[in-house]
């Protein structure tokens, strides 16, 4: 099976700009999840999704929010971008929402100047 | 409030030698232990995972062992090799609780 797929792999937008990442999960995988991942912060959690509905939601402010689509693709949209979203987003996804083994998408690099 | 404590944050270890990650947790509803490796540019892969019904999972040269008392668990890389050299992250979690991670270990083997 082919992996979980992520684009664009890098961005670089400015502050104030908004942004969308898309996520592709592994074929059959019903559950994605959105981590920020910063050198000071580490893996920090966002949202996950399942069967289109949000299930768990991070500590981050509403500028960040997602959805799934019935295809189980997910989009993560950052608004009002400020210097410190600067960071590398990553997508995993599993099987069911417990706790399946999580894969990981390479990421997208998000640059803010 | 950081829930799953890692250390050390960097390690350095000559070939062939023994290298140990420890991650300290709080919940105790935790029931899920995995640890995940990640290399630059890349997303974190999962290595190895526990539940806490056993005290060690050992898959190749890589063990856990779990002190569900102590609520502590570690990573053993055996005969460490240059290949090694990544990020380690530990993480925990419950039901449909989110993975929680540890801030990371990067480790470097050394020849």
């Known amino acids: 099976k082919a992996g979980v797929t992520q684009t664009p792999r890098y961005l670089i937008k400015t502050r104030g700009q908004q942004v969308t990442l898309s996520c592709s999960p592994i074929?059959?995988?019903?559950?994605v999840s959105w981590y920020q991942q910063t050198p000071g912060q580490g893996l920090q959690f966002l949202f996950e999704?399942?069967?289109?509905?949000?299930?768990n939601k991070g500590n981050f402010p509403g500028r960040f929010s997602g959805r799934q689509f019935s295809n189980s693709r997910s989009e993560m949209n950052v608004s009002t971008l400020e210097l410190g979203d600067s960071a590398l987003y990553l997508c995993?996804?599993?099987?069911?929402?417990?706790?399946?083994?999580?894969?990981f998408g390479p990421g997208t690099r998000l640059t803010v100047l | 409030q950081q829930q799953v404590k890692q250390s050390p944050q960097s390690l350095i270890v000559q070939k062939g030698g023994i290298s140990i990650i420890n991650c300290a947790y709080e919940?105790?509803?935790?029931?899920?232990f995995p640890w995940y490796q990640q290399f630059p540019g890349k997303g974190p892969a999962l290595l190895i995972a526990?539940?806490?019904?056993?005290s060690e999972k050992k898959e190749g040269r890589f063990t856990i062992s779990f002190n569900k008392s102590a609520k502590q668990f570690s990573l053993h890389i055996m005969d460490s090799q240059p290949g090694d050299s990544a990020t380690y992250f530990c993480?925990?979690?419950?039901?449909?609780?989110?993975?929680?991670f540890g801030k990371g270990t990067r480790l470097s083997v050394i020849a």
């Open positions: 995993a996804s599993k099987e069911t929402s417990g706790t399946d083994t999580q894969y």
């Open positions: 074929s059959g995988h019903r559950s």
């Open positions: 999704y399942f069967s289109e509905t949000q299930r």
């Open positions: 919940n105790t509803a935790f029931d899920y």
């Open positions: 526990i539940r806490p019904d056993v």
């Open positions: 993480a925990a979690s419950s039901g449909n609780t989110p993975l929680v």
